[in-house]
């Protein structure tokens, strides 16, 4: 507490987290549909099926079927998760890219977007092994635009901090 009362920020600041993880979390996807459409991937049902495979994590292999339609309380759930995970994402990388200039942090942003693709498409396809239908190159791409985007977010939201010295 008296190091903050001495103008001391924290390392991380979990608003800014919450702001980078929500920003990056609808980029990554925006970019995501945005790749399918480009390589003739049949939307919206890809789009269907993977939140169906992300609200199977909650909800259980039920959620699966009927693949590729839409069912509200499926979309709910993993739009909870999706950005759930994206800021706890997007927490860890903050701390991580804290003392980095800003184009290092971008950089090791998108650094930790390929370590989050390898984890997730790799490791949490043991637990999950649906998500195995989502090794792509589109998906691929989509982490490593998050985590950028999550670097850039949280720089530019710690540069333009009034306690940082800049005007708001």
């Not at 003739?40 to 909650?58: C, E, M, N, S, Y």
């Not at 090794?135 to 530019?156: N, Q, S």
């Amino acid at each position: 507490m008296a190091a903050m009362k001495r103008g001391i920020r924290p390392l991380v600041d979990p608003a800014v987290a919450v702001l980078a993880g929500v920003v990056a979390g609808t980029v990554a996807t925006a970019v995501e549909l945005v790749l399918w459409w480009l390589n003739g991937v049949a939307l919206p049902q890809t789009l269907f099926r993977d939140a169906r495979f992300a609200a199977a994590i909650v909800l259980g292999r039920g959620a699966l079927a009927p693949a590729g339609t839409f069912d509200g309380r499926v979309m709910l759930v993993a739009s909870a998760l999706h950005f759930a995970l994206s800021i706890a994402y997007a927490l860890a990388l903050a701390a991580a890219i804290a003392p980095l200039r800003p184009r290092a942090a971008i950089a090791a942003g998108a650094l930790f977007g390929l370590l989050l693709y390898a984890v997730n498409m790799y490791g949490f396809t043991l637990v999950f092994p649906w998500f195995a239908a989502t090794r792509d190159a589109v998906t691929l791409t989509a982490h490593i635009v998050f985590g950028a985007t999550a670097a850039a977010v949280c720089k530019a939201a710690r540069r333009g901090s009034p306690r940082n010295g800049a005007t708001a």
